[in-house]
């Protein structure tokens, strides 16, 4: 097993520029899940998904935070427009229902917005 | 809705000493307590879990104990070697699959 697959590994960009991070989930896990790390607060879930389906979307911090996962392999998170105190590490995680409960997380993705 | 409230900030320990890392829920109805381990450069990883029908659980040099009455939760790790060095982030899990997590401790194990 892969494990969670997340690109990219990092990521910089400018201010004002689109971006979008990608997350697939382990096969047959059917919860996703979005975090956001930073010194400063932690982690901190976004989104998390059931069966594709958004369940919880209120740790979205603002509008030009959006999240998608068209299929059960498969999710986004873009930032439009980007700002500099999006700069955090992202982590996209997945849990199936006979997990008992354990989050399997992938590896992150570095963001800096410059 | 649930909050998780985790100390020490770091800790630090020479080589072969026991760690304790102490967290404090406010949810009643949360039922499940994991433990996870954050290497740098890594995605938190767990190491251990409880749920709230037991006491204590161990695994080899890892331990947590769960109090519900005081809802506190407590992480041990007994003859501490330098690879324990990491972020450990305790959590709490009481509604649809959502985890709360702690702040992170940081842990450094001096040989």
């Known amino acids: 097993d892969a494990g969670v697959i997340q690109s990219p590994r990092h990521e910089v960009t400018e201010m004002g520029q689109e971006v979008t991070l990608r997350c697939k989930p382990i096969?047959?896990?059917?919860?996703l899940f979005w975090y956001r790390q930073t010194m400063m607060r932690g982690l901190e879930l976004l989104i998390y998904?059931?069966?594709?389906?958004?369940?919880?979307d209120s740790g979205m911090p603002e509008d030009r935070f959006s999240a998608k996962m068209p299929n059960a392999s498969f999710s986004t998170l873009k930032i439009q427009p980007s700002e500099p105190r999006d700069s955090a590490v992202y982590f996209c995680?997945?849990?199936?229902?006979?997990?008992?409960?354990?989050?399997?997380f992938g590896p992150g993705t570095r963001l800096t917005v410059l | 809705g649930e909050n998780v409230e985790q100390h020490p900030s770091t800790l630090s320990v020479q080589e072969g000493d026991s760690a304790v890392i102490k967290c404090t829920y406010s949810?009643?109805?949360?039922?499940?307590f994991p433990w996870y381990k954050q290497e740098l450069g890594k995605g938190p990883q767990l190491i251990i879990d409880?749920?709230?029908?037991?006491g204590e659980k161990k695994d080899q040099r890892i331990a947590v104990t769960l109090n519900k009455t005081a809802k506190h939760f407590s992480l041990h790790i007994t003859e501490t070697q330098p690879e324990d060095s990491a972020v450990y982030f305790c959590?709490?899990?009481?509604?649809?699959?959502?985890?709360?997590f702690g702040t992170g401790t940081r842990l450094l194990v001096s040989p």
């Open positions: 096969s047959g896990h059917n919860s």
């Open positions: 949810d009643s109805a949360s039922n499940y």
């Open positions: 959590a709490a899990f009481g509604g649809f699959q959502k985890l709360v």
């Open positions: 998904f059931n069966n594709n389906v958004p369940i919880d």
């Open positions: 409880i749920r709230s029908n037991v």
């Open positions: 995680a997945s849990i199936g229902t006979s997990g008992g409960g354990e989050q399997f």
